[in-house]
């Protein structure tokens, strides 16, 4: 249950009645929204005389419902924002990892030169295996960073796990959350205390309630800047490397109020699929595409089949465009 609790009682108060019935309080500029589990169904006691307005919800999916905000939310990156009546499709481009200085400043500056906003690179990489490449940690994050000085685009990097989140949080714009991190308690927490943009991917073998209660942890504890990220669910299949579960986008557009983005790349697991997968995405109508590209693909220290080189990542983009348009986005 949500309640929004007048502002005739203090934060302190608010926040302790709260407490008393496990619930979560945030303070918002016109009244308090409190929120239980949903298993809630009666306004509780200490509420009563106080509550402007009160949702019942038939699961965990509230904060995140659209029967609590219908229009879906508005998630503003500084330069620009996805969701509420932006209309905006942006395109997030770079490799899976960053590997060196000439490599991330090779791929940024081909990003940044195509007019993308936002740039990513894995730092941290949560890989299959010990003897794989791991990503270059802390050196990685400052050289991403750096891209962010020179040229200006907003950059995203995952968290692995919650060992090194504080740097994370500190050193880039958006934090992923990727799919084996997304049931981190300590990542979704920390994640939850900041005012940052949170772009949490669906696990493998994640439901759809789970993957909306992974993003009412950070909700509820305050951080309203959510986006859902789909990157393809372990099926039967094993020609592809995940199945991109589409159904899930649509249910996800449907019963939730936040952006969504689609990772065709990782579903795919083969270059050779992203860009149709790309272009059925975008004619969904969704809030961004993330797609791995590498400046030399076949030396990638990191899922080197799937990222595109940058003549197919360019050619790609343009063929968005007018898919774009057709269902009233813009490619960014
Ligand atoms: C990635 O984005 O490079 C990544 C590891 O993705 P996922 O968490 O979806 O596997
Ligand atoms: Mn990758």
């Known amino acids: 249950m949500i309640l929004h ?27 308090f929204t409190v929120i239980t589990g949903s298993a809630v169904k009666d306004v509780p006691a200490d509420f009563e005389g ?14 995140a419902s659209r029967e609590y905000i219908k229009a879906t939310r508005k998630v503003d990156f500084g330069s620009f924002a996805i969701g509420g009546d932006t209309k905006n499709t942006v395109l997030i481009g770079g490799p899976c990892s960053v590997e060196s200085e000439a490599q991330i400043r ?6 940044a030169g195509l007019g993308l906003k936002m740039f990513r690179g894995g730092c941290y990489k949560p890989r299959t295996s010990p003897y794989s490449f791991q990503g270059l940690g802390l050196e990685g994050l400052k050289l991403l960073a750096k891209m962010r000085e020179e040229f200006g685009m907003v950059v995203i990097t995952e968290a692995r796990d919650a060992s090194h989140i504080d740097e994370i949080i500190e050193y880039t714009d958006v934090i992923q959350v990727g799919a084996k991190a997304m049931y981190d308690q300590g990542i979704l927490r920390a994640c939850a205390k900041i005012r940052k943009p949170v772009l949490i991917k669906r696990g493998f073998g994640t439901t ?24 393809g669910i372990r099926t039967f299949e094993t020609g592809t490397r995940f199945t991109l579960d589409l159904c899930g986008v649509a249910w996800l557009k449907k019963h939730t109020n936040l952006p969504i983005i689609l990772d065709p790349s990782h579903a795919m697991g083969y270059a050779y699929g992203v860009a149709d997968l790309a272009r059925a995405c975008t004619a969904m109508g969704i809030d961004g595409l993330l797609i791995e590209a590498h400046p030399n693909p076949k030396v990638a220290m990191s899922d080197a089949s799937q990222q595109l080189n940058h003549a ?10 007018p898919v774009a348009q057709s269902v009233g986005y813009q490619m960014i």
């Not at 203090?10 to 619930?23: G, M």
């Not at 090779?106 to 990003?111: D, K, N, Q």
């Open 5 to 31: 609790i007048d502002k005739t009682l203090s934060k302190e108060t608010v926040e302790q009645l709260a407490a008393k019935n496990q619930a979560f309080c945030i303070e918002e500029q016109e009244h």
């Open 312 to 321: 197919e990542f360019e050619a790609l983009l343009n063929s968005l465009k």
């Open 50 to 63: 106080h509550t402007l307005n009160s949702w019942v919800f038939p699961n965990d999916n509230q904060l």
């Open 106 to 111: 090779e791929s940024a500056t081909f990003m």
């Open 208 to 231: 759809l309630q789970e993957f909306v209660q992974a993003a009412e942890f950070v909700l509820s504890g305050g951080n309203p800047n959510v986006v859902l990220c789909e990157r």
